[in-house]
């Protein structure tokens, strides 16, 4: 049996059922039936303290090292996150901003999906490309798609119910999960 590639699924939004907690939650759901592939959801946005150089040293404070051992431990990284006011949430750029002291992104391969609308999410997108390029991380470019789903998308289960989407979320899985 194959090696699982373990893929870390980072939501960018705080708002409980937003439709990027969707696709990821899609995904990881799309990965348990796909080869090769494994999934872990990071949980802990809303626990993360400010970004503070002061901070950035050992010991880091417990929401930190915990974001940061989630990160090492992963193969490859999944992003999704809405767009607010023309750039990523502060709580995820705060997070990001935690992981630049750090050397467990570096060359970490890394995509996003934009589920946002047409015309929408282009600057969350670059931001993601500014700051991940920051880090350190390996962009995988043919895995950073473009999914728009509407609230009316989503399935009874949580879960996004067009089999087209969800293939095309299988497939940015398997070309991250490819990496490496």
Not at 125 to 141: D, F, K, M, N, S
């Amino acid at each position: 049996m194959p090696i699982d590639r373990q893929i870390l699924l980072l939501p960018g939004s705080l708002r409980a059922g937003s439709v990027n907690e969707t696709v990821l939650r899609t995904a990881a759901a799309v990965a348990r039936a796909t080869e090769g592939v494994a999934t872990s959801y990071y949980t802990g946005l809303a626990g993360l303290p400010h970004f503070n150089p002061d901070l950035d040293l050992d010991p880091l404070p417990e929401p930190v090292a915990g974001l940061r051992a989630a990160i090492e431990a992963a193969d490859a990284l999944l992003i999704c996150t809405p767009e607010y006011a023309g750039t990523l949430p502060g709580a995820f750029k705060n997070l990001l901003d935690w992981t630049v002291g750090g050397t467990e992104i570096a060359d970490k391969p890394a995509a996003w999906i934009n589920a946002a609308g047409a015309g929408r999410g282009l600057g969350a997108e670059a931001a993601l490309r500014t700051v991940l390029g920051y880090t350190g991380a390996a962009v995988v470019e043919e895995a950073c798609v473009r999914v728009p789903l509407a609230r009316g998308d989503v399935g009874a289960d949580g879960l996004v119910a067009d089999p087209l989407v969800r293939d095309r979320i299988g497939e940015v899985l398997v070309r991250l999960a490819a990496t490496g």
